[in-house]
């Protein structure tokens, strides 16, 4: 990915009809467009009503214009903002004047691919723009809102610095051997290395929150036919958004809901019955239920009290991936009496009415306790899985340096891992960090003194 010295231009309001329209303009033709389409440059970051012209020097529109120079913008090239009405065809119309005037259609997140490139914000700032816009809760746009003002960066380039320092030190004791001082054997290493690794664990877990918050959890409601998880669907999603009848087999695709839970995203799917010996188009609706089951993050086994965990219900349990979170919801204990609420033991379990609500704050709870969910405060930044991923690679890379050191005291091997968790990490922000540590030992460190 390489910098452009083409000027690009889009309508960055949504389509439509709207009081407010606007163009922008990035590059270095941004001036030249400027003094074609408003007779002159717009003075710095001040906005001026001007009349926005055609070639033929008519009025396309009137508006406010804004002109950012190079370096001083969101792109770090010049900009210049058009902001008319907002009509579909006056927009197009402006947008194609820009073009005439040498700019080209901006590919989708150009601008801020560009500002990436021109190091206005790195690369988890710019997915952050993305989160934010796409937020499906406050919280969750809270949260982009501090990864786009670099909470998120703040935290892996501490642990970035944490590790150099680590390695300058390891490295201090393989290059220069003939010290009186064991380096290795200090005790300070093996103390900033756990410290290091205390850092990622607290990162890891505030990244994982973030992702919760920007993907929502999958959960996923299975069971035997009239169990009743059409029934909590529509409970949870306080409407009507599944059928519910008598009849087994009602439901046959995957029905999926988008909600939350005291800020926690939920992506719940109900789907089929599962059960032996189906029709031929209920069978197809069990199979597309087990490959749901195959991607979800917890599923909640809906279970009619009055039948209990029976042979059925085993059979279900036993085909379910091994390592994937069950929780057992006994239902309509409206009919049998069973008292509400969460009850303890393996695999967990939770009773409920889905048809008087009995129990149903105690499902909630647990489903937001299970993954730890809590609100973030002011600390609290957006996530991707590609972060975590990142972060568990990092993490990866410290133990078994951890364990290198510990069970060989092998100092070239610690830090080629630090070297790889550095690297983990530089895959988050987008950074390449040069290899100067020669440089930094001289610099920082009193050697053969």
């Given at each position: 990915m390489t910098l452009t010295t083409e000027t690009i231009a889009a309508v960055a309001t949504p389509p439509g009809r709207g009081g407010i329209g606007i163009v922008r303009v990035s590059g270095p033709l941004a001036g030249t467009i400027a003094r074609a389409i408003l007779s002159r440059v717009p003075r710095p970051r001040y906005a001026e009503h001007r009349p926005f012209l055609d070639a033929e020097g008519r009025a396309i529109d009137d508006g406010i214009a804004l002109f950012f120079p190079a370096p001083h913008s969101f792109t770090g090239e010049d900009v210049l903002e058009l902001h008319g009405h907002?009509?579909?065809?006056?927009?197009?119309?402006?947008?194609?004047?820009?073009?005439?005037?040498?700019?080209?259609?901006?590919?989708?997140?150009?601008?801020?691919?560009r500002a990436f490139l021109n190091d206005k914000i790195d690369l988890a700032q710019a997915e952050a723009i993305a989160d934010l816009i796409n937020s499906a809760s406050q919280e969750a746009?809270?949260?982009?809102?501090?990864?786009?003002?670099?909470?998120?960066?703040?935290?892996?380039?501490?642990?970035?610095?944490?590790?150099?320092?680590?390695?300058?030190?390891?490295?201090?004791?393989?290059?220069?051997?003939?010290?009186?001082?064991?380096?290795?054997?200090?005790?300070?290493?093996?103390?900033?290395?756990?410290?290091?690794?205390?850092?990622?664990?607290?990162?890891?877990?505030?990244?994982?929150?973030?992702?919760?918050?920007?993907?929502?959890?999958?959960?996923?409601?299975?069971?035997?036919?009239?169990?009743?998880?059409?029934?909590?669907?529509?409970?949870?999603?306080?409407?009507?958004?599944?059928?519910?009848?008598?009849?087994?087999?009602?439901?046959?695709?995957p029905l999926r809901e988008h909600l939350s839970i005291d800020g926690m995203p939920l992506n719940v799917v109900d789907t089929a019955g599962l059960r032996d010996d189906p029709d031929p188009i209920?069978?197809?609706?069990?199979?597309?239920?087990?490959?749901?089951?195959?991607?979800?993050?917890?599923?909640?086994?809906?279970?009619?009290d009055q039948t209990g965990a029976n042979s059925a219900v085993r059979a279900i349990a036993q085909r379910l991936p091994p390592q994937?979170?069950?929780?057992?919801?006994?239902?309509?204990?409206?009919?049998?009496?069973?008292?509400?609420?969460?009850?303890?033991?393996?695999?967990?379990?939770?009773?409920?009415?889905?048809?008087?609500?009995?129990?149903?704050?105690?499902?909630?709870?647990?489903?937001?306790?299970?993954?730890?969910?809590?609100?973030?405060?002011?600390?609290?930044?957006?996530?991707?899985?590609?972060?975590?991923?990142?972060?568990?690679?990092?993490?990866?890379?410290?133990?078994?340096?951890r364990r290198q050191l510990e069970e060989n005291n092998a100092g070239e091997l610690l830090a080629q891992d630090l070297f790889h968790a550095q690297k983990a990490l530089g895959l988050i922000t987008g950074e390449v960090t040069p290899d100067n540590l020669l440089g930094r030992i001289f610099s920082e460190f009193c050697i053969g003194k």
């Open positions: 907002g009509g579909p065809v006056v927009m197009d119309m402006l947008l194609q004047r820009t073009i005439e005037l040498g700019a080209r259609p901006a590919q989708p997140g150009e601008f801020s691919q746009a809270r949260s982009a809102t501090r990864s786009l003002q670099g909470a998120f960066s703040e935290h892996i380039h501490t642990l970035v610095e944490q590790l150099t320092q680590l390695r300058m030190y390891v490295e201090a004791a393989i290059d220069f051997p003939e010290e009186e001082i064991d380096f290795l054997s200090d005790g300070r290493v093996t103390e900033w290395l756990k410290a290091a690794m205390e850092k990622l664990a607290e990162v890891q877990a505030s990244a994982r929150h973030g992702t919760l918050l920007r993907d929502g959890m999958n959960v996923v409601i299975a069971g035997s036919p009239n169990a009743g998880k059409s029934s909590l669907l529509n409970v949870l999603a306080q409407r009507d958004a599944a059928i519910v009848t008598d009849t087994p087999g009602t439901t046959r695709d209920e069978a197809k609706g069990i199979e597309r239920a087990w490959k749901v089951i195959a991607h979800a993050d917890r599923v909640l086994l809906v279970i009619d994937l979170p069950v929780t057992y919801v006994f239902n309509k204990i409206d009919i049998t009496g069973t008292a509400p609420g969460i009850q303890e033991g393996r695999p967990q379990r939770v009773c409920i009415s889905a048809k008087t609500g009995a129990g149903m704050e105690d499902l909630c709870r647990h489903l937001t306790d299970s993954v730890n969910f809590h609100t973030t405060g002011e600390g609290g930044f957006i996530a991707r899985r590609r972060h975590l991923t990142a972060l568990a690679l990092a993490a990866e890379y410290l133990e078994r340096g």
